[in-house]
């Protein structure tokens, strides 16, 4: 996502670009695939508030991607999780209205949404922290507002199914799935890349934004599998801890304040804006959704094997 945000941004009139990261083995790989002027790396954490706040000097737009991310990880080092996930999440706020930027958009995901492990707590906390943010800034002292966007994994992205299961066929090991049952939302990095930039210049504070999807099946990614590689053959190893059986991106409770934008989802926040200064915000071309009505992987329409092949294909190329 970093590097793909990155590349995007590039191809746009910006001045300059800061990449804040601890990661510097990757800082470096990056500098040398772009060559770009307008980048600037950092050295760099977001547990630390002083090194955020000189970073961001002069900046209109930060973009919150970072976090631990690996479920297993995470539910073993559950404190350094909290320390990255939300009080990091709280120093960009902090640091973001020190250095007066524009607009602060955290990337959310699916697990966040009746969390089952610690990871998904954690992001929600990131998401309840950017939704309450704009509450408690003085507007005439600041002008910063924060958005968040919320999706499942990138389709074809690196550690996703498809480059995994590419993986294990290049190896000669059989496909491992969790369970038969199992669908997925279905988003591709282009689609992430725009929405998120869609909502970056559109978007409202104190706002959650979930992209309209098409979703797939477990099997059906098996099957696209098979179709192009006869000899592949399928094991279910059982479902992990804190796994689901389907994502989530709206509960049926975040539905009583959720909102159809035509190509999007949009849940307000109810301590924020009542229900007629939404409307009236959106010039009345809005509309709730229905109560208790779940976004589900489960009840939306689903990819076809022939387009799941062709995105197997464009993947083994990138590979």
């Known amino acids: 996502m970093g590097q793909a945000l990155t590349k995007?941004?590039?191809?746009?009139?910006v001045a300059t670009i800061r990449i804040l990261s601890r990661n510097e083995s990757k800082q470096v790989d990056m500098d040398e695939k772009?060559?770009?002027?307008?980048?600037?790396?950092?050295?760099?954490?977001?547990?630390?508030?002083?090194?955020?706040?000189?970073?961001?000097?002069?900046?209109?737009?930060?973009?919150?991607?970072?976090?631990?991310?690996?479920?297993?990880?995470?539910?073993?080092?559950?404190?350094?999780?909290?320390?990255?996930?939300?009080?990091?999440?709280?120093?960009?706020?902090?640091?973001?209205?020190?250095?007066?930027?524009?607009?602060?958009?955290?990337?959310?995901?699916?697990k966040s949404v009746s969390p089952l492990n610690t990871y998904g707590a954690t992001k929600l906390l990131m998401e309840k922290l950017f939704v309450t943010a704009n509450n408690f800034i003085s507007k005439e002292k600041h002008s910063t507002e924060f958005i968040a966007v919320r999706y499942g994994n990138v389709f074809g992205s690196s550690g996703s199914i498809i480059p995994k299961f590419l993986e294990q066929i290049k190896n000669e090991r059989k496909i491992t799935i969790t369970n038969k049952d199992m669908t997925r939302f279905s988003i591709r990095m282009d689609e992430a890349l725009n929405f998120i930039l869609d909502c970056t210049e559109n978007g409202k504070p104190s706002e959650i934004y979930i992209p309209k999807m098409e979703a797939y099946t477990i099997l059906d990614i098996v099957k696209a599998f098979q179709n192009l590689f006869p000899n592949a053959e399928m094991e279910t190893i059982g479902i992990r801890p804190g796994e689901k059986l389907h994502e989530v991106l709206i509960s049926e409770e975040e539905s009583r304040d959720a909102w159809d934008l035509g190509d999007k989802f949009m849940i307000s926040n109810p301590n924020?804006?009542?229900?007629?200064?939404?409307?009236?915000?959106?010039?009345?071309?809005?509309?709730?959704?229905?109560?208790?009505?779940?976004?589900?992987?489960?009840?939306?329409?689903?990819?076809?094997?022939?387009?799941?092949?062709?995105?197997?294909?464009?993947?083994k190329n990138q590979i």
């Open 272 to 315: 924020w804006v009542s229900d007629e200064k939404v409307s009236e915000s959106y010039n009345g071309k809005i509309k709730k959704i229905s109560y208790n009505n779940e976004y589900s992987s489960e009840n939306v329409e689903k990819m076809s094997i022939d387009e799941i092949q062709k995105l197997i294909i464009q993947s």
């Open 34 to 110: 772009f060559s770009d002027d307008r980048l600037r790396f950092l050295i760099g954490d977001i547990r630390d508030k002083e090194r955020l706040i000189k970073s961001l000097e002069d900046i209109d737009i930060v973009f919150h991607a970072a976090a631990l991310k690996h479920v297993p990880v995470i539910e073993y080092n559950p404190f350094e999780a909290i320390k990255t996930n939300v009080i990091g999440s709280q120093n960009i706020i902090d640091a973001t209205v020190a250095q007066d930027v524009k607009k602060v958009i955290c990337i959310g995901t699916d």
């Open 8 to 13: 995007k941004l590039l191809d746009l009139d």
